[in-house]
């Protein structure tokens, strides 16, 4: 299912009572709120179990592009703007990062080892400029995040001025104060800075698939499948979450 299709399924019901027969465009304008804030939030899973469990959706994400640099390697992806949640070592515990009405789309970064092909946990800096501009400065230190089908990676939701050609300078800064061993023994100990070029486009977003679970199938103690990983060549696949089990 896409979710251009059901969100002009739900908003033709809105068009009816509070404006007639407007475009879809113009009736979420009307009504407060930009077109994509409305892609946002997927149902949320109901006496979710302090454990692993299957999501109430699962979103296509698409791959922008890939880069090398030395040992480093990062792949771009993006998939709606959605919520999420930051879990810190607070008495809080944990806090959600809703949808704001100008977002435009979810970014999300892997940078792995090309040698061992390991994912890699690193303090990430993430540019975003048009034209040799910065844009989005909130998106300089993205989220590490956790997802049942893409794992470990760095994201956010990014708010770009319009549609066009832009590029994201990945600087990937080494964690410091750890014995590397192994096949890590004395390797990537500088940083690495990585720049994938991107056209963003409103359509490749509403393009994306968007599938509900059944709702009995929600809670239960499963997982979605991982995506392929592998080499320079980045992933691909779905995304799942619900803003519960998909990302954090």
């Known amino acids: 299912m896409k979710r251009r299709g059901f969100l002009r399924g739900t908003a033709g019901i809105g068009a009816v009572g509070a404006a007639g027969t407007a475009g879809l465009a113009g009736c979420l304008e009307r009504l407060g709120?930009?077109?994509?804030?409305?892609?946002?939030?997927?149902?949320?899973?109901?006496?979710?179990?302090?454990?692993?469990?299957?999501?109430?959706?699962?979103?296509?994400?698409?791959?922008?592009?890939?880069?090398?640099?030395?040992?480093?390697?990062?792949?771009?992806?993006?998939?709606?703007?959605?919520?999420?949640?930051?879990?810190?070592?607070?008495?809080?515990?944990?806090?959600?990062?809703?949808?704001?009405?100008?977002?435009?789309?979810?970014?999300?970064?892997?940078?792995?080892d090309r040698e061992t092909h390991t994912v890699l946990p690193a303090n990430l800096r993430l540019e975003v400029s048009q034209d040799g501009e910065p844009v989005d400065t909130g998106t300089s230190s993205p989220w590490p995040m956790i997802s049942?089908?893409?794992g470990f990676h760095y994201g956010d939701n990014v708010q770009l001025p319009g549609e066009g050609e832009y590029t994201v300078r990945v600087t990937a800064n080494p964690i410091t104060g750890i014995n590397r061993t192994g096949s890590f023994e004395g390797r990537l100990e500088s940083p690495g800075s990585l720049e994938i070029d991107f056209e963003y486009a409103r359509s490749d977003i509403h393009d994306l698939s968007f599938e509900t679970i059944p709702e009995d199938r929600r809670g239960s103690r499963?997982?979605?499948?991982?995506?392929?990983?592998?080499?320079?060549?980045?992933?691909?696949?779905?995304?799942?979450?619900?803003g519960n089990g998909g990302h954090g």
């Open 33 to 112: 709120f930009e077109e994509e804030s409305a892609w946002a939030n997927p149902p949320l899973v109901e006496n979710r179990p302090d454990a692993v469990y299957l999501p109430a959706s699962r979103e296509e994400m698409g791959t922008y592009g890939t880069a090398t640099d030395g040992d480093y390697a990062a792949a771009l992806s993006y998939t709606f703007p959605h919520r999420f949640w930051t879990v810190e070592a607070t008495t809080e515990g944990r806090t959600l990062v809703d949808v704001d009405a100008d977002d435009s789309v979810h970014l999300m970064v892997s940078v792995w």
């Open 148 to 150: 049942q089908r893409m």
């Open 222 to 242: 499963e997982a979605l499948s991982l995506m392929s990983h592998g080499g320079d060549g980045g992933h691909s696949g779905d995304g799942g979450g619900d």
